[in-house]
């Protein structure tokens, strides 16, 4: 394979070899643990007690060259898990309170017996056991969801379970019994620890993820509309929460105790309810606003600062030769008319208008009343104003007529346009023109650096900066027009979905701030090719348009008395430090809030948050959705441990990394991540594992994913090291941290692998009984897990990717493909065909279902073992294994254990150890 390096001796089938520098840099990490732990780890960290890894240390480079066979992963059987550990008597959710305990150091004893026979009675050279990992023993995602999923497959969740909280990959069915559904507000910790003081020698994070508009499952029921008249919703009178279910009514029901701040406020008379002998309201089941943890309320006329209109979506394509050829135009321009009139259509009450621009900008007149769409150009970008008055926006079902033919038309209609220099900054003035005083949402189509009109960037990228502590200059915006007119669509309720189609730098970071600061998105599709991209472009734009969409929204977080909001993160907007703007507002919107102690808390009381979101809906309604939790409050750090929630911690700790880039190096930032997994890691050591030898790796069973999501989130293009990430791309993958949701950034830090080759009857099917899809069991993310005769299809964020080992049989590759050999696989397809086979069904049906989030499934990219160049994008998806410029995850736990062993010795021996010095 042209133009890989040189394979690293120790080296594991699968991976890439590091820069040389970075080589280097393990070389000496590995000496210094050497050095640190003569018993364990004088063994090269690559090869640490992981057999069938190391027996394919002869090979030599990646892909695996054919004739080596690939003598490791035929000890494991694919698919195959560790069995889940019994549940511990007493826990009713069937999960371990235990510890999970990884290695321990193997007695001398134990040592000569690992001796080979030759070296018995010599006087060999020192060297100590490896320590034995059974790779079916670490901590593995897919066993862990596996367990939570079995939980709840039958059983629905109550949300007055405060404590346990579905995984979020879990599909259950929640019943909101005063707590909100965890779909819309997931805590890091489900336990609130008392004081500042227990937080910190923890040293978890805490705060939230808020999803305020969150798409339920089609089994719960929908969010009740409450409309309290012109008086509005009841508040707390001092601290403006909304009435809820953990507010206390006293007095015989005259009054009623805030849950917040504990106020005493009157009822108003006509809500006066009567208390039965427990002192709730008789009434109680008939309100939703006191029996559900989430409730929308009707907002009065204070809430309105301008008449509400519904919605209005802007289209903006760049038509520059560029942008033409690579085939965006007709693809943006299929993926709009599939989103427009096919499947969900756009949000109710909807309307829609469209410009394309190049050196110009070009109006369409789309007003029913025509017999086709007119064009009128505006030529003068310095003085940008739009042209039509009526017909640029409207009903998308009324100018059916219209619509379809000239996006059927655009692509030969600029056929001819050899002008390049689209005049974005011109087009974003002509949309807030557009939209003013109503709202709404832009969605631009950009191919290329603005240099040309208003807004009109430099080209400033500088490989030189790369992978140095300057590159962080990069990641800053160029300068502040592109802000600035954020800022300006915010005021006026409109936000933006920046669709960018980088052939060369364009300047991510400067142009990402139309979504960021706008509460919009944004994508990315590198190296445009309408065939290959056309499929992913077509599934994102349909699940941007057709998904539940508000405007000129605010988001309010309040907590308890002795809590605050610290920060907040995401693509939002703030003028002071509480009120989140968020110009528009999607069912994926996820806000984080890192939140902090600014007193005591009660340990005999509940500690509460409420999070409203107040918004226009798409049909113009103004409504307050309010979302409610009572989380339990604890003196103890194990109970923290125990409660805590790996997947919104690292969903939080990911938006807080690429929030902290901007102002400081990255490699301070990995330093960072790898030292806070280390500390936490060590205090549960300390605090709640004492009673452990020190040999043993000790991780808290409801954090023990943490290493392997750090490590992950070590390697993403976002965070990892080396010159050879493209800026723009480091950007983009940083925007795509900041504004996912919980369950996205699970999908970004862990890929799901499917075994193919081998499906029972019932997988790849729904089952009827249940009525659910059954998946094959899936498959860790490792090279050597993968069985050469078998086939695999890989989703990770919006790629999927099928794998085809070298010896698949014939049979697959034609009941799935339609072809008689591996060789003949035409790799440039990228759909899946639609055979009459039941493995070909089956096959479909199981892309689709591993990139849920999409309308369709995300373009299929094919890489045969050993014989396509798509197998190294493919094999550095694997995040277990060495490769992107870090470690294996089994070296990495043992990093993470030399460390953490460091860190709990007594203090007077702790001199002279090497500091934490891993991958820099
Ligand atoms: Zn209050």
Redesign the pocket.
Known sequence: MGGMSMAHPQQQPGMQSPPLGAQKQQQRTRRAYAAASPVQNAAPMGATGYPPMNSGAQQQGYPPAPSAPISGPQTFVPGAQAPAPVPAPGSPYGRSPGDTALMQNPGQAHYQQQQPPQQMGQQAPYEPPKPRIDPSQLPSPIAVHTRDQEVYTSEPYSTANKTYVPIVSTEYTAVDEGNSNPRFVRLTMNNIPKTAELLKSSHLPMGMIVQPLADLAPSEDPVKLIDFGEEGPIR??????YINPHMVFINGGKSFV?N????ENDVPDDYFCNLDMMGRRLDREMRPELRNGTVEFVATKDFITRAPTPASFVFAIDVTWNAVQSGMVAQAAAALKSALYSGLGLPVGTKVGIITFDRSAHFYSLSPLLDQAQMMVVPDIQDMFVPIHEGFVVDPLESRHIIEPLLDALPTMFAKNHTAEPVLGAVVQAAHEALRARGGKLFVFQTALPTFGPGSLKQRDDAKLHNTDKEKALYEPQDSFYRDWAVKLVEEGISCSLYLFPAAYMDTATLSQLSTVTGGELYSYPAFEGGRDGQRLVADLRADVNRTYGSSAVLRIRTSDGLRVDEHYGNLFMRNHVDVELAGVTSDTAIGALLQHDGKLDENQDVYFQAALLYTTSDGQRRIRVHNLAIPCTTLIGNLFKFSDVDTSMNLVAKVAVTEALTTPLRSIREKLTDQCVQIHTAYRRNCATHNSPAQLILSESYKLSPLYTLSLLKSPAIRSGADVPVDQRVYHMCLLRQFSVRKSLDYLYPTIAPLHALSDTEGATDEATGKFVLPALVRASYPMLDPAGAYLLASGGSLVLWLGRQVSPSFVQDVLGVSSLEAVDINAHELPELSTTLSQKVRAIAERLVPARAGYANVQIARQGMDRAEVPFALMLVEDRNNDNMSYVDFLCAIHRQIQIETRPKENRQEQPKWSYNS
């Open positions: 707390c009178l001092r601290c403006k929460t805030c917040m701040c504990r106020h």
